[in-house]
């Protein structure tokens, strides 16, 4: 009789100490050895480095008694986290230790949004919303939903700045400048009314057309000597990965597209981080590449001022339209950036609408880069081309002044 007494206790004693080791907490040290402070460093901890015998759900994190806004992004969409990912802020010359704690238990969002993405598709049936939220769009590389999009594609923001993403065979990044700091793309749909406008809205600055727009890559036509689009393609795929709080993450993928002698599937993955203007870009292919050659860069705005360091980094300054519109709208003065690592180079070169990279990745599966912009509307941003180029170059130094991370305690 006692021993059936027991049987529960011990039970749920077992239970407990099953729950409990669905937990575990490391030390992470950060360290910045470059001089200059970096501000919102992104950090991103990858769950197979953390060596967790459970599926991460959830993360804590703390700067000794402050907690850091994290988020754990299932990127593969499996059921588990596969990356953990915050931003913090680091002074020059210094180290910083961050107590983590992972959990199997998933856990009501708790963090103020520094970020914001959507998608939406047209929708007649609803006579209340005609455009609903939606994660994820495949279509046949046949079809041609540009129209049935709400701002033609994923859109997505920091306090700073706004992307999109066109879902069609350009795949370019256009742009969306702010007067202050905030976020627009939730109320204005990308397109603000006049009452928006009247209250400090900021809008579309850019006219991308067929460009590149934004570092959106591109094939390359070497007779022809220009851009070409991603096209013809069996399947095409828009997908928002991540929705904050410290980043987000943004898909758009193709599949079968004949490129040459090569028939791919690429994904071209978009990464905003709370508190930056500059966006990461990851090109991934499912197999190692051959010599296939790529290529992007920034638009050439009409009129526009081009800088180089004829290393990767390239920007653009100029004024122009943003919409076919010259009536309502006023013309527009945007300064583009896009940095490649000076690995992947293959050439660089103009095209009649595009200042560009030739890229190329041999036997690697991806590459990445990234892009940056300015409007002319911010309250807070660069006035000058003199300006714009001084701080491209500073970017690419941050850039390239990573800070280093270590893995030190595990419990």
Same mark, same amino acid.
């Given at each position: 009789?006692?021993?059936?007494?027991?049987?529960?206790?011990?039970?749920?004693?077992?239970?407990?100490?099953?729950? &409990?080791?669905?937990?575990?907490?490391?030390?992470?040290?950060?360290?910045?050895?470059?001089?200059?402070?970096?501000?919102?460093?992104?950090?991103?901890?990858?769950?197979?480095?953390?060596?967790?015998? =459970?599926?991460?759900?959830?993360?804590?994190?703390?700067?000794?008694?402050?907690?850091?806004?994290?988020?754990?992004?299932?990127?593969?969409?499996?059921?588990?986290?596969?990356?953990?990912?915050?931003?913090?802020?680091?002074?020059?010359?210094?180290?910083?230790?961050?107590?983590?704690?992972?959990?199997?238990?998933?856990?009501?969002? $708790?963090?103020?949004?520094?970020?914001?993405?959507?998608?939406?598709?047209?929708?007649?049936?609803?006579?209340?919303?005609?455009?609903?939220?939606?994660? @994820?769009?495949?279509?046949?590389?046949?079809?041609?939903?540009?129209?049935?999009?709400?701002?033609?594609?994923?859109?997505?923001?920091?306090?700073?700045?706004?992307?999109?993403?066109?879902?069609?065979?350009?795949?370019?990044?256009?742009?969306?400048?702010?007067?202050?700091?905030?976020?627009?793309?939730?109320?204005?749909?990308?397109?603000?009314?006049?009452?928006?406008?009247?209250?400090?809205?900021?809008?579309?600055?850019?006219?991308?057309?067929? @460009?590149?727009?934004?570092?959106?890559?591109?094939?390359?036509?070497?007779?022809?000597?220009?851009?070409?689009?991603?096209?013809?393609?069996?399947?095409?795929?828009?997908?928002?990965?991540?929705?904050?709080?410290? $980043?987000? /993450?943004?898909?758009?993928? /193709? $599949?079968?597209?004949?490129?040459? !002698?090569?028939?791919?599937?690429?994904?071209?993955?978009?990464?905003?981080?709370?508190?930056?203007? !500059?966006? &990461? /870009?990851?090109?991934?292919?499912?197999?190692?590449?051959?010599?296939?050659?790529?290529?992007?860069?920034?638009?050439?705005?009409?009129? @526009?001022? @081009?800088?180089?360091?004829?290393?990767?980094?390239?920007?653009?300054?100029?004024?122009?339209?943003? /919409?076919?519109?010259?009536?309502?709208?006023?013309?527009?003065?945007?300064?583009?950036?896009?940095?490649?690592?000076?690995?992947?180079?293959?050439?660089e070169t103009k095209d009649k609408v595009n200042y560009l990279y030739q890229?190329?990745?041999?036997?690697?599966?991806?590459?990445?880069?990234?892009?940056?912009?300015?409007?002319?509307?911010?309250? =807070?941003?660069?006035?000058?081309?003199?300006?714009?180029?001084?701080?491209?170059?500073?970017?690419?130094? !941050?850039?390239?002044?990573?800070?280093?991370?270590?893995?030190?305690?595990?419990?």
């Amino acid at each position: 009789m006692k021993l059936l007494q027991l049987l529960p206790c011990a039970f749920a004693l077992c239970l407990g100490a099953q729950l &409990q080791a669905q937990e575990k907490t490391l030390t992470i040290e950060i360290e910045n050895p470059w001089e200059q402070e970096k501000k919102d460093y992104p950090v991103v901890l990858a769950a197979k480095d953390l060596k967790c015998d =459970f599926a991460i759900q959830s993360a804590t994190l703390y700067d000794g008694t402050t907690e850091i806004p994290s988020q754990v992004d299932d990127l593969d969409r499996d059921g588990a986290g596969d990356e953990i990912a915050f931003v913090v802020d680091m002074p020059g010359k210094s180290k910083k230790n961050l107590t983590i704690t992972l959990s199997a238990e998933r856990v009501a969002e $708790r963090y103020t949004p520094r970020v914001y993405a959507d998608m939406k598709i047209y929708d007649k049936s609803n006579k209340r919303e005609k455009h609903q939220k939606i994660h @994820s769009l495949t279509i046949p590389g046949t079809s041609n939903v540009y129209n049935n999009l709400y701002h033609h594609g994923p859109a997505f923001e920091s306090e700073l700045v706004a992307y999109r993403i066109y879902f069609d065979k350009k795949q370019t990044v256009d742009i969306y400048g702010k007067f202050n700091k905030g976020f627009e793309v939730e109320p204005s749909g990308w397109y603000p009314d006049d009452k928006q406008l009247a209250a400090g809205f900021g809008d579309d600055v850019l006219r991308v057309s067929g @460009s590149c727009g934004m570092g959106a890559l591109k094939g390359w036509n070497a007779k022809n000597k220009k851009a070409i689009h991603i096209e013809p393609v069996a399947e095409r795929t828009g997908t928002i990965l991540a929705y904050g709080p410290a $980043r987000t /993450v943004v898909d758009m993928a /193709v $599949r079968g597209w004949e490129y040459g !002698d090569s028939r791919l599937n690429m994904t071209c993955r978009y990464t905003l981080y709370g508190g930056h203007r !500059d966006a &990461q /870009v990851d090109i991934i292919f499912d197999k190692p590449l051959g010599n296939e050659t790529f290529c992007t860069g920034v638009q050439d705005i009409k009129g @526009s001022v @081009s800088y180089s360091d004829h290393k990767g980094l390239i920007g653009c300054w100029g004024r122009d339209w943003p /919409v076919n519109d010259t009536v309502k709208y006023a013309k527009e003065t945007v300064g583009l950036g896009t940095y490649i690592p000076q690995k992947y180079i293959a050439g660089e070169t103009k095209d009649k609408v595009n200042y560009l990279y030739q890229v190329q990745a041999p036997g690697k599966t991806g590459l990445t880069y990234y892009i940056t912009f300015t409007s002319m509307k911010e309250t =807070f941003g660069y006035k000058t081309s003199e300006a714009w180029f001084d701080y491209l170059q500073s970017w690419r130094q !941050d850039l390239e002044q990573p800070c280093k991370i270590k893995i030190k305690k595990k419990k």
